[in-house]
């Protein structure tokens, strides 16, 4: 039986993984801090679920999620690093709690994931995956959302890095990373500060507009898992692109252009 542990399953594409898991037969860890919305999600679901209210910033409380979840299942399969927040704002008025708060759960809390399930996936010694969610925006740097940006750059590195590092130990624990485009969800719900609320209404508007559902998500993200790809970006085409005038614009030592930013510096939609 295969066992899949996913972070912020309460809502959105943590919600979506975990529906689609179970429909996949899959025995389910769901782990989110909204207690509430997390075993209404575990409720709906037909597998056998262990719901685990837990914070990804608190160690302590990663570390017993771990200790839970091969209580219960004796393994894990596959581990969804996928809990995140976006904060919005000029980079030099966010206030620091804000700040922090974002590096604690975008960074900290994949970090502490990382800690407390990858040594038991090394000593294992069976065939299991660690998908960590990042976004376009960690590839792409955005503007009125620096620690979102910031930190899904930071996902980014943190997992290549540790697909080399179980690489040179030799380990057959693979990693994933990875970076939905628009996908529908509560990501964007944070009331936004009047200087980005204008930025914040456009990226609204693009998700509903153009965004995946997280139930049309889900099966883009087993299916690329069970092709054994290290790079989960289904919605590559607008991706793709950017990544190329990105990687050309440094080459070319040119000045950043910013996403939904026109050149005379007015927000596009204007
Ligand atoms: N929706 C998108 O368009 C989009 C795009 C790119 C990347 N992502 C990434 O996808 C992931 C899921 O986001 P989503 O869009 O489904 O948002 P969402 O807000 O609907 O779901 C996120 C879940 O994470 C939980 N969570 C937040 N902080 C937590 C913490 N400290 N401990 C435990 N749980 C916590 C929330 O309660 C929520 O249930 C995030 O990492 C996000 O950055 C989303």
């Known amino acids: 039986m295969t066992v899949a542990v996913i972070t912020g399953a309460a809502s959105g594409i943590g919600a979506g993984l975990a529906r689609h898991a179970a429909s996949l037969g899959m025995d389910l860890v769901l782990a989110d801090w909204d207690a509430a919305a997390l075993q209404a999600t575990a409720e709906s679901l037909s597998t056998e679920v262990l719901a685990v209210p837990t914070d990804v910033r608190d160690e302590a409380a990663v570390q017993a999620l771990a200790k839970a979840a091969y209580d219960k299942f004796g393994s894990v399969d596959l581990l969804f690093n996928n809990a995140g927040v976006l904060s919005s704002g000029l980079t030099w008025e966010i206030d620091s709690a804000t700040w922090q708060r974002s590096l604690d759960i975008n960074i900290g809390g994949v970090v502490n994931v990382i800690r407390a399930f990858v040594t038991r996936l090394i000593e294992a010694d069976r065939p299991s995956r660690v998908i960590n969610t990042s976004s376009m925006?960690?590839?792409?740097?955005?503007?009125?959302?620096?620690?979102?940006?910031?930190?899904?750059?930071?996902?980014?590195?943190?997992?290549?890095?540790?697909?080399?590092?179980?690489?040179?130990?030799?380990?057959?624990?693979?990693?994933?990373?990875?970076?939905?485009?628009?996908?529908?969800?509560?990501?964007?719900?944070?009331?936004?500060?009047?200087?980005?609320?204008?930025?914040?209404?456009?990226?609204?508007?693009?998700?509903?507009?153009?965004?995946?559902?997280p139930d049309e998500f889900a099966p883009l993200v087993f299916a690329a898992i069970e092709r054994g790809e290290y790079w989960i970006m289904p919605q590559s085409e607008a991706l793709d692109q950017g990544i190329r005038d990105r990687t050309e614009m440094i080459l070319k030592r040119e000045q950043p252009k910013s996403f939904l930013v026109d050149s005379d510096g007015e927000q596009d939609g204007r």
Do not use: C, W
């Open 137 to 213: 925006g960690g590839f792409l740097p955005s503007p009125f959302m620096a620690p979102y940006t910031a930190t899904k750059f930071a996902i980014v590195a943190i997992s290549e890095a540790l697909a080399g590092e179980l690489a040179a130990i030799g380990s057959g624990v693979r990693v994933s990373l990875i970076a939905p485009g628009a996908v529908k969800s509560a990501i964007m719900d944070e009331q936004a500060p009047a200087e980005t609320s204008e930025f914040m209404t456009l990226m609204r508007d693009m998700t509903q507009a153009n965004g995946l559902t």
